[in-house]
């Protein structure tokens, strides 16, 4: 199943584990020190990736939605 990734920019604090676990899903904002969501809507095969990524994040601040199929 496809899935969106959200990042909450108010509870991200620059931790940049995230960019770590998944780089082709997660910036970095250098000039806001918050995350950037490069691929809001990334291809199934970088689910683990993001996975890992929300695990780790320190401040809980990225979510997946899961998306149905059309
Ligand atoms: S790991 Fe979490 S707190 Fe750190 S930059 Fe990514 S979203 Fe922000």
Redesign the pocket.
């Known amino acids: 199943m496809s899935f969106r990734v959200v990042?909450d920019l108010d509870?991200?604090?620059?931790?940049?584990?995230?960019?770590h676990e998944a780089p082709d899903v997660?910036g970095?904002d250098e000039d806001a020190d918050?995350?950037v969501v490069l691929q809001d809507d990334p291809d199934v095969s970088l689910r683990e990736q993001v996975a890992s990524?929300l695990r780790?994040?320190?401040?809980?601040?990225?979510a997946i939605e899961e998306e149905e199929q059309a």
Do not use: N, R
Request: charged share 5%; glycine share 0%; proline share 5%.
């Open positions: 990042a509870l991200c604090q620059a931790h940049q584990v995230c960019q997660f970095f918050k995350v990524a780790y994040c320190p401040a809980m601040a990225l």
